[in-house]
């Protein structure tokens, strides 16, 4: 299972997500972003990834500062084709996700399956993020 990484991260991603897409896109719009979803629990904030094609270990997950970021590469087959449709993305990806509340990351975890990755970020009881780098 991926873990979650405890390490400093640039600047730009203690943006909001909507800022770095934008980013992304006029600097690096090789970069894509996996459909995402974020809700809530009474324990937890949950990140829900669609990414097929993956391996567990083709994932960086990491928490810093209040910001989630997830990143990754997926690879793409090297053979000649003419596409006629051309609707999934291949390459490295990047998302980040504000969290808005404290977070134990002792008791948080990350899980790969069936084409998903799923982070569960439980709640802490403290008033500041802990983040350990």
Known sequence: MPMVIRKLFPVIF???REIL???NWQVRSSVWTPPTDVYETEESLIVRVEIAG???E??????DNGVLKI????PDVN?????HQMEIWFGRF???VDVPMSIDLESSAAEYKDGFLMVVLRKSDSK???VES
């Open 71 to 74: 990143s990754g590469l997926r």
């Open 94 to 96: 990047e998302l980040a």
């Open 79 to 83: 053979e000649r084709r003419a596409y």
């Open 54 to 56: 993956m391996r567990e």
């Open 128 to 130: 500041q993020v802990r």
């Open 58 to 63: 083709d994932f960086e997950v990491g928490l």
């Open 21 to 23: 897409q934008s980013i």
């Open 14 to 16: 203690e943006s909001r």
